[in-house]
């Protein structure tokens, strides 16, 4: 029996991944956990963690008999480069503190399965832009992407030296109607969905052109299960695999949009958001992905518009 915990359960990946798993495993076998004392869950175990402070982990992680790890606490893109030594330390000490946990307890013959989320960020502007492949140049140019690829090396590392199983997804960005915009360069695609359905003009933080690799929730939370659920020898990459849903740009988006409310407008006003757009993969390659374990997206983009547009609350 797999005990689980989640550590940045209430984010964006961990609100819609805890039900996930609670379906699955059942509910008194998942434990949410979240720097806040605000619990979203009412079906799920519930503790108070920071992810710094290692002490506290290991009391849960013994508490609950975990054999699972879910390390999903970071600070994103834009929001990083606002407070780059912030970020720094949680996205780096927050992955070295549960890789070191799971290093200890397996050691001590108690394994712990770790799953940490990479991000396309972990790319760069001499990145091969078009169908990115699994293995390519990586010279990130935020501090969350350079976290990012750093935690890729971790990951190895810790596998290669300690044997921790850890698996690891570069994601996309990540659409979805259950989660407001988490200051994310991809969040656009979230928050445009909100000022059609109020009938406002949307401000679009990107150019018109500027496409990006993107995953519509279900997607992104049945890859991370799928992986995790995968055999061992089944995977081969230890860094972090890339996964794609679908690619698109906001013109495109809103293309989609208008199909259903056709007096929809965006203004196009680009910040410092667009830069860190500009020296990202604008599709990637997950041949890798398929070939392991399996992987294949199933939302494409004219089917994600329908179901935003259905269940965003505004």
Not at 41 to 61: F, G, I, P, S, W
Not at 77 to 102: H, Q, R, Y
Request: charged share 20%; hydrophobic share 40%.
């Amino acid at each position: 029996m797999e005990r689980i915990l989640v550590i940045g359960a209430n984010g964006q990946i961990g609100s819609e991944l805890v039900d996930a798993l609670a379906a699955q495993h059942g509910a008194s076998n998942v434990i949410a956990a979240d720097i806040s004392p605000t619990s979203l869950y009412a079906a799920q175990h519930y503790e108070v963690v920071d992810v710094l402070d290692v002490d506290r982990l290991a009391q849960v992680t013994e508490q609950y008999q975990i054999t699972q790890v879910y390390q999903l606490a970071a600070l994103l893109s834009a929001t990083g480069e606002k407070a780059p030594l912030k970020a720094w330390t949680l996205n780096m000490d927050g992955l070295l503190n549960i890789l070191e946990l799971a290093r200890i307890r397996g050691e001590a013959g108690k394994p712990l399965k770790v799953f940490w989320p990479s991000s396309i960020a972990a790319f760069g502007p001499n990145t091969q832009a078009i169908n990115t492949p699994q293995y390519a140049v990586m010279d990130p140019n935020t501090i969350y992407g350079i976290s990012k690829l750093a935690g890729e090396r971790l990951c190895e590392y810790y596998f290669q030296k300690y044997g921790v199983d850890v698996r690891s997804i570069r994601y996309p960005g990540i659409i979805s109607y259950k989660s407001p915009p988490g200051g994310g360069t991809t969040d656009y695609a979230i928050a445009i969905f909100h000022s059609a359905l109020k009938g406002e003009v949307y401000s679009c933080f990107l150019e018109a052109q500027t496409s990006l690799p993107m995953i519509y929730m279900p997607d992104a939370i049945r890859a991370t299960v799928s992986l995790m659920d995968a055999p061992a020898e089944k995977i081969k990459i230890r860094s972090s695999y890339n996964v794609s849903g679908m690619s698109f740009n906001p013109q495109e988006l809103t293309s989609e949009i208008t199909k259903s409310l056709p007096n929809f407008q965006v203004h196009y006003a680009p910040d410092s958001r667009q830069a860190i757009a500009a020296s990202w993969p604008q599709s990637l390659a997950d041949e890798t992905a398929r070939d392991d374990w399996g992987w294949q997206a199933e939302v494409n983009l004219a089917s994600m518009v329908v179901d935003m547009l259905k269940n965003v609350r505004v």
